[in-house]
């Protein structure tokens, strides 16, 4: 279930992405403030904790787009059954950018899950997203439409596991560091993907991806104005979305899943 409610905050410029290693200037724009954060030194529990969060986000947000009529009904997605399942066929849909979505969805199911497996503990169930993100499929440039969210989004999510590698490695956990590097291509490839769906040309537009944040202080407040829907530099009208249960991301994905990935997660010896 989605709900809206409005938040007073200002209005910022577009934003191209990640754009500093000081994690202040990130994913939507703006300056963010740390400092509240700054106390809770790196853990591997808080990493792998902070992860979480973020995974959760992003399974939110690929089901609540799959689930929506407005988006699904666009004929670069569902067209005239908006269901994910069952999409139209050209020009009246387009399956292979739905398939793009589910197999998303999926991964992130299946990240989140072998997250949680390993002890990693996130408390928010429910998350905050600008109020058009599921009513407009918009582009990737577009701050306040899906595919704009979509860019943002996984544009954190590459900085997150980057600032992970950075933090396991700092450890001394060199085999967290290569998985979360593994995790990170994901993401990338998911934010690519986002720009096909926009027909934007090159999707593969980076030759070196973005810097991580500083520090975990640094990522854990950028994903804040997902946790609250506070501090939004770039809409005041939000949209809460709940996390949905695995047997309603299942039947969302269908048959359009990812390969599974056993034990490649381990918190335990080196």
């Known amino acids: 279930m989605m709900t809206s409610s409005r938040v007073d905050t200002p209005t910022g410029p577009a934003a191209p992405g990640v754009t500093r290693r000081d994690g202040v200037a990130h994913a939507y724009g ?20 902070t992860l979480l969060i973020a995974e959760r986000l992003m399974v939110t947000f690929y089901y609540g787009a799959l689930t929506s009529p407005a988006l699904m009904h666009d004929p670069r997605l569902g067209g005239p059954s908006a269901d994910p399942n069952n999409p139209g066929l050209p020009p009246g849909g387009n399956p292979s950018h739905v398939r793009y979505l589910q197999a998303a969805l999926d991964a992130e199911v299946k990240h989140a899950a072998a997250l949680a497996a390993t002890g990693a503990v996130a408390p928010y169930r429910r998350f905050y997203f600008p109020a058009n993100s599921f009513e407009r499929v918009g ?53 690519a993907l986002g720009r096909v769906i926009a027909a934007i040309r090159p999707a593969n537009n980076l030759t070196l991806e973005q810097e991580p944040f500083a520090g975990l202080d640094a990522l854990r407040a ?49």
């Open 30 to 49: 703006g300056k963010v403030d740390a400092t509240r954060y700054a106390a809770h030194p790196a853990t591997l529990q808080s990493i792998v904790d």
């Open 139 to 191: 582009n990737s440039v577009s701050q306040t439409s899906f595919l704009g969210m979509m860019e943002i989004l996984e544009r954190l999510c590459v900085a997150a596991y980057a600032t992970a590698v950075d933090q396991f490695v700092a450890l001394g956990r060199a085999d967290l560091a290569g998985v979360a590097a593994a995790l990170m291509g994901v993401e990338a490839e998911h934010r």
């Open 222 to 270: 950028a994903l804040d104005p997902f946790l609250t829907g506070r501090r939004y530099l770039f809409a005041s009208d939000t949209v809460r979305a709940a996390l949905p249960a695995p047997a309603q991301t299942a039947r969302v994905i269908g048959g359009h899943g990812t390969r599974q990935v056993h034990n490649f997660l381990l918190l335990g010896g080196g």
